[in-house]
């Protein structure tokens, strides 16, 4: 199991590096200060939990992408090292799942887009254009979601 595991991180390390490669090479600083920390999403997301309504920036989303593949990553090596600890990983990636699922419905809102597009998962080349749509800047004012999350109130 070790073996399977230490022959597939390389792909999953390149998945990670690739997606903030393409982030950090295509994201345009805003002229606000509407950036966030990196602690912020995280609570963001989880006092979101079950709010599938509204927008949320590139900055939160990605943040979060990257808090929740790190649960996921640490979750399945612990599993894999130390299979008496697979349960807690388990319900650790469980209970963040579903801000993680929230998070990735209100960015898909925030490019004028429904929740509906993750079914593009379903189709080859699909998840490709879902991250295309997830790297784009989020529609400039209000949308058929909600107000911009970058505009001051």
């Not at 950036?35 to 920036?57: E, H, V, W």
């Not at 992408?65 to 990553?73: A, E, G, M, P, Q």
Request: charged share 15%; proline share 5%; glycine share 6%.
């Amino acid at each position: 199991m070790n073996f399977l595991f230490g022959d597939y991180l390389w792909v999953v390390v390149l998945h990670i590096v690739l997606v903030f490669i393409l982030y950090f090479t295509t994201v345009k600083k805003p002229k606000t200060s509407s950036t966030l920390s990196p602690a912020q999403p995280i609570i963001i997301c989880y006092k979101r939990y079950f709010d599938f309504k509204g927008r949320s920036n590139r900055s939160e989303y990605w943040w979060f992408y990257l808090y929740y593949n790190s649960i996921f990553i640490l979750s399945v090596w612990t599993s894999l090292e130390y299979p008496a600890f697979s349960q807690i990983g388990f319900v650790l990636v469980a209970l963040t799942t579903i801000p993680y699922l929230a998070a990735k419905v209100r960015r898909l809102h925030d490019v004028n887009l429904s929740g509906g597009a993750l079914l593009a998962y379903l189709i080859p080349f699909g998840g490709y254009w879902l991250l295309f749509k997830n790297l784009q800047q989020g529609t400039k004012g209000k949308n058929f979601y909600g107000k911009d999350p970058l505009m001051k109130n």
